[in-house]
Nanobody
Framework: VQLVESGGGLVQPGGSLRLSCAVS????????MRWYRQTPGKERGLVAE????????NYADSVKGRFTISRDNAKNTVYLQMNSLRPEDTAVYYC???????WGQGTQVTVSS
């Protein structure tokens, strides 16, 4: 079972990034998926979630209207499109299944001018 996040980087405020999470080792299409983020000294928090079929999604209030979660069940990949990025979005971003399994390495997103 493996979760591999990618797509992070350094971006200016107002910019965009698209994160990807490639999944292997379980039947991806059978599970809801989630994106989390964590900053130093804080607990990992839920950012967005999507149902197994992709028809339902939910977002933390702090990212609603700016972030979009999506998935491609043919590619075993979940995405997080992040627009209008703010410095407070700076964090390590992780994906996971619902229910959770072992964490991947995450991908660092830094929003700074």
């Amino acid at each position: 079972v493996q979760l591999v996040e990618s797509g992070g980087g350094l971006v200016q405020p107002g910019g965009s990034l698209r994160l990807s999470c490639a999944v292997s080792g379980f039947t991806f299409s059978a599970y809801g998926m989630r994106w989390y983020r964590q900053t130093p000294g804080k607990e990992r928090g839920l950012v967005a979630e999507i149902s197994s079929g992709g028809g339902t999604s939910n977002y933390a209030d702090s990212v609603k209207g700016r972030f979009t979660i999506s998935r491609d069940n043919a590619k075993n990949t979940v995405y997080l499109q992040m627009n209008s990025l703010r410095p407070e979005d700076t964090a390590v971003y992780y994906c996971n299944r619902a229910p959770r399994i072992a964490w991947g390495q995450g991908t660092q997103v830094t929003v700074s001018s």
